[in-house]
């Protein structure tokens, strides 16, 4: 059987689009590879798979944002990976948690990175002030620190 076209692609849409319900359509040429159009006239591609005795599916991509040559060469890459035993969807989704795990850690060592800048920006300010204030000043303050240490508040 001969793929998918982008002719027939749009015609699926508008089928669909008509009916008001969702229609597939498998491509032929990679076993698995499906186009879904809802009836909003949505298209996208999806590889279904049978792995452990059960039926999955992984989305591929909206249509016409991933083509017809690189679904199939999406689709082919993972038959290999099922064949070989692995489950593409939750190797996908676990892909997309690690690099959404690299992102939140990317934020957090420039959050951090962020505040030791404000904290040696601080400290210098300190550092300046305690070496211009006057001993009286300084004695003044290390009794209040003292206070507020002994009564157990932060202000």
Not at 12 to 28: F, N, P, S, W, Y
Not at 72 to 99: P, T
Not at 107 to 134: D, G, P, R, T
Request: zero cysteines; charged letters at 30%.
């Amino acid at each position: 059987m001969a793929g998918i076209t982008d002719r027939m692609v749009r015609g699926l849409v508008v089928d669909a689009i008509k009916a008001g319900r969702r229609v597939t359509q498998a491509d032929g040429t990679v076993p698995g590879l499906t186009m879904l159009v809802s009836g909003t006239g949505y298209a996208a591609w999806r590889f279904r798979y049978w792995l452990a005795g059960k039926h999955k599916a992984v989305a591929i991509g909206p249509y016409p944002k991933i083509a017809i040559a690189e679904a199939r060469e999406i689709a082919a890459g993972f038959r290999v990976s099922v064949a070989n035993g692995v489950d593409v969807a939750e190797e996908k989704q676990a892909n997309k948690e690690l690099a959404k795990l690299e992102k939140e850690e990317a934020l957090l060592i420039a959050e951090v990175k962020a505040l030791e800048q404000q904290l040696v920006q601080v400290h210098e300010w300190i550092e300046q002030w305690w070496q211009s204030a006057s001993k009286a000043k300084r004695v003044a303050l290390h009794r209040q620190w003292k206070e507020r240490a002994k009564s157990g508040r932060d202000n």
